[in-house]
Every structure is written in C-alpha cells, then in structure tokens.
C-alpha cells in the first residue's frame, strides 16, 4: 500500500504538497473573480444565513437548489439587518457553490484532472463521483470560524466512510489566517454518526433542512492545525473530525473543495440536502464526458419573425434561441407554458414548484 493510502488511512486526512502550480493557481482565482463580477446581486437572496423564521424556507430553498447550480453565500458579518451588504460584494461572500465543477470551464478542468485522479487512484477509489464542489473565501477580518464537524454529517452514504473531501489551497492557509485542524484518526470512531443534517421533505413553507441525532462534543486539546501552502491540498476523510477558526488577519484564505464519493456498491441518502437532478448526474471522476453540455449546428437555426398579434407554438424538445436586440426597437412578447397532465408527472427538480398558494390551473376550465 502506498504511503498516502497508508497515512490517509491512520489519520484521516493528508496532505498533499505542490499539486497545483502558481498559474493554475492564478487561472482559478481569476475564474471566481470573473463569476462574482458578474453576479447580479439584486438576483441572490443576501439573508441566506438568517435565523428569522420568515427567511428559512426561501433561504433553505436556495440552498437546497444549489447542486446544479453556482450559488452565493454571504457571511453573516457582511450583511446588515435589512438585508444589505456592508462591504463590497467580493469580500462579502463566505463562498460559492455547489456546481462549479461542471458549470465552469476552470473548476471543471481543475477537478477532473489527472493529478486529482490520480490521488483517487492511490487511495482505491473504484467509481469515484464528484458530488459537488465549493469556492470558500474566509475573508480577511470577517471570515468566519467552521466549528468542529465531519462531512459525513452532511453527506450521508452507506457504507459510511465512501466519502472523501478535497481541500485545495488557493491561498497560503495559516494558523493566522485560518488553516484546518484536524483530530488525527476520529474517523475510526463511528458512534456519533446519528448526527445528520437532513432535509425535512416539508411541504407547507416551513424549514427545509433540519439537524437531527446528537450533537458530538470533540475535545479541543486534541485538534494539530494543519497549515499548507498554495497550490497544495487536503484530502479529508468523510469521518474525520475537523473545523477552523475565523480569519482574523488582513490575508484571504481561498480555498476549492470538491467531495467525492465512491459510487461502488454504495447507496447516496435520499435525505442528503444535495441530490442529483434531472440535468445534473454525479459525473465520474475517471470519465466525465456525460457532463459536456449539447452543442448545437448553428447554420440549422432558421430565423422566425412574425408580426404584433401572432404567436409560435414551441414544442418543450424543439431547439431554439434569440440574438440580441442591437436594433431601435423593442420586442416584447407574452410567454406561457402548458403541460400535458394526463399521465405525467411534474419534476420534483423543476425550479418552478406548485405552492400551498398556486396549483397550475387547467387551461380549459378557468
Ligand atoms: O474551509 C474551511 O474553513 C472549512 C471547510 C470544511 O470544513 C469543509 O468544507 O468541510
């Protein structure tokens, strides 16, 4: 057996040195400034980490809707009582998540990519899926500490220790800016594994995700910090006991993480938070080509112009597409959907969901 297998197997967690040079370093910190230029913030809920009752559900609903998608969170240090940000919105955010390893060209080059592979590999992997990925921040001054946990809390599978974290320094972490520390072999010790965060499956508008079990108390004597270098990373054991504390220096401490199952005989929890979707599959981290978005011959499109008053019947496969509007003019237009309900069944992975208070009505008998 390797020496990494060997460590990762006895501690619960090792690192790996110099996996990733400056440039790609550089290449993935410019890809996540690109992404936060470019968020709307006007589009993202800012009380994402709020306790008031009135917000959990839209902001669980956001959280939970976050596997396929590239999400924010805000730190709850950045955001005021109203709701607004109190400093500039890229040093704001706690971190991005949960799709950016295959929505983003940079993070999915990144991920699957033959050194991470090749870590998998040494460690056994037979099947391994990325399940999700995240962009942390902990920002200078405001990032907040993660208090002790294991990630098997959060995603569950059975046999419980198929789960293995990745933790790339994209920044220097220190024991000044907030590194990980760990309690070398807690992963060996399954007893507090009632303890799961869970969705509630509720549909009345209440909490959607809720902890359940007891919760663990570690000893805080028995936590070594583990401080790494850019361009090195962690691989995190799903049973292992780890956290950090909050970022109380001017230095950021970036980091990618991405979580990784092995997919052999093994059974994700439907009462995971994160679930796979219907445009979104755990891609395998040895052959991801099911992941590559369809492309489509451009010189078939055949332009549709039609006047004031007219209409286009659209079937829900057909391809379609509209350039941009360069002209004087305005092009509004009025756009329903309509779904055949006989015998068919309405995705539980639409973002568009019937409420307590909207039941699609029936286009026949209004
Ligand atoms: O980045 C951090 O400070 C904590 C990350 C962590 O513990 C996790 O993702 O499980």
């Known amino acids: 057996m ?209 902890f359940i079990g007891t919760r663990p108390t570690y000893d805080q004597s028995k936590f070594q910090h583990v401080p790494i270098s850019k361009g090195s990373l962690i691989l995190i054991h799903g049973l292992v006991v780890h956290k950090s504390e909050a970022n109380t220096s001017d230095k950021s401490r970036h980091a990618y993480t991405i979580h990784v199952m092995e997919k052999q005989n093994t059974e994700w929890s439907k009462d995971n938070w994160l679930q796979e979707t219907e445009q979104y599959k755990f891609p395998n981290l040895y052959k991801h080509d099911r992941l590559i978005p369809p492309t489509y011959d451009q010189s078939k499109f055949q332009h549709v112009p039609i006047s004031k008053g007219s209409l286009i019947l659209i079937h829900g496969l057909v391809v379609h597409k509209s350039e941009a509007n360069t002209s004087d003019n305005s092009r509004h237009a009025y756009a329903i959907h309509v779904m055949e309900k006989r015998n068919t069944k309405w995705s539980e992975d639409n973002f568009l969901q019937e409420t307590e208070n909207y039941k699609f009505p029936n286009l026949y008998n209004q």
């Open 2 to 210: 390797s020496d990494l297998r060997q460590n990762f197997e006895r501690d619960g967690f090792v690192v790996i040195e110099n996996v990733f040079n400056d440039q790609e370093i550089e290449e993935m910190k410019g890809a996540i400034g690109k992404i936060v230029e470019d968020m709307n913030l006007a589009e993202h809920p800012k009380s994402v980490f709020s306790t008031y009752d009135e917000d959990k559900h839209a902001a669980d609903s956001y959280f939970l809707n976050s596997s396929d998608k590239i999400r924010f969170f805000f730190e709850e240090g950045a955001v005021d009582k109203d709701g607004e940000l109190t400093v500039p919105k890229d040093k704001a955010l706690n971190k991005i998540g949960h799709g950016l390893h295959f929505l983003d060209p940079t993070f999915k080059k990144m991920t699957f990519n033959s050194k991470i592979q090749k870590i998998f590999e040494g460690i056994g992997y037979q099947e391994p899926e990325v399940v999700q990925s995240m962009y942390i921040f902990k920002q200078p001054k405001i990032g907040g500490a993660v208090t002790d946990h294991v990630d098997s809390t959060f995603l569950r599978v059975n046999p419980i220790d198929h789960l293995t974290g990745v933790w790339i320094a994209i920044d220097e972490a220190s024991v000044e800016n907030g590194c990980l520390s760990f309690i070398p072999g807690s992963h060996k010790d399954t007893s507090t594994s009632d303890y799961r965060f869970v969705r509630t499956h509720d549909t009345t508008g209440g909490p959607l995700l809720k």
